[in-house]
């Protein structure tokens, strides 16, 4: 599945955002999804996660507490609610989905396919 991330731009410290992940041409209920982020020059690393029917998420130490991952099957999306964020946020954002199962994953490994990447910047 091809998957569309946006939302992404520049923003204060203290502000919040909201990132959007659809899939084009077929639906995802019932996948998996996941937020991962890549600061420049480090690895990516798990954001959130939400299981496919939506009962289940799994966040980040990091973010734990400031972000929300939510998906709305009806609307084919799921959202990734950015709160309070800080410098060390910034990085490019990318979702990620696994094929039709009720769970939720953190490894980036476990996903079957990506979107491009919506780039998040926090100034100080």
């Known amino acids: 599945v091809q998957l569309q991330a946006s939302g992404g731009g520049l923003v204060q410290a203290g502000d919040s955002l909201r990132l959007s992940c659809a899939p084009s041409g077929r639906s995802f209920s019932g996948y998996a999804m996941g937020w991962f982020r890549q600061a420049p020059g480090k690895e990516r690393r798990f954001v959130a996660a939400i299981s496919g029917r939506g009962g289940t998420t799994f966040y980040g130490g990091s973010v734990r507490g400031r972000f929300t991952v939510s998906r709305d099957n009806a609307k084919n999306t799921v959202y990734l609610e950015m709160t309070t964020l800080k410098p060390e946020d910034t990085a490019v954002y990318y979702c990620?989905?696994?094929?039709?199962?009720?769970?939720?994953?953190?490894?980036?490994?476990?996903?079957?396919?990506w979107g491009q990447g919506t780039l998040v910047t926090v100034s100080s």
């Open positions: 990620a989905a696994r094929v039709g199962t009720d769970y939720y994953f953190t490894q980036s490994s476990d996903y079957d396919s």
